[in-house]
């Protein structure tokens, strides 16, 4: 399994933008379908988006297309995060997770590796 840490949460005002990033342990990053996942106080664990373990492809939950960019950087075992145009409805814990599975890999049991997870607060 990869161990992974997420950083880059924080609070910011509606309409601001954050940039979140995920670093992975070991060699075999590059193997792995990568997701972000967000859990808001009371609610489950949500997928928000996902890249291909090359980087080629991407998917989005519909509350983050247009306002949130994945990408990852396998040279420098990190997956990263871009969020523009914030509101209150994106206050969660944001977690990176890793998936040796193929396809659409959009639900928790999808995910094999989880970190810590990154508070983003969202004022408004």
């Known amino acids: 399994q990869v161990q992974l840490v997420e950083s880059g949460g924080g609070l910011v005002q509606a309409g601001g933008s954050l940039r979140l990033s995920c670093a992975a342990s070991?060699?075999?990053?590059?193997?792995?379908?990568m997701g972000w996942f967000r859990q808001a106080p009371g609610k489950e664990r949500e997928f928000v988006a996902r890249?291909?373990?090359?980087?080629?492809?991407?998917d989005y939950a519909d509350s983050a297309k247009g306002r949130f960019t994945i990408s990852r950087d396998n040279a420098k075992n990190t997956l990263y995060l871009q969020m523009n145009s914030l509101n209150s409805a994106d206050t969660a814990v944001y977690y990176c997770?890793?998936?040796?599975?193929?396809?659409?890999?959009?639900?928790?049991?999808?995910?094999?590796?989880w970190g810590q997870g990154t508070q983003v607060t969202v004022s408004s």
């Open positions: 997770a890793a998936s040796r599975r193929l396809g659409e890999v959009r639900t928790t049991s999808d995910y094999d590796s």
């Open positions: 070991g060699r075999t990053f590059s193997r792995y379908i």
């Open positions: 890249i291909s373990a090359a980087g080629l492809s991407t």
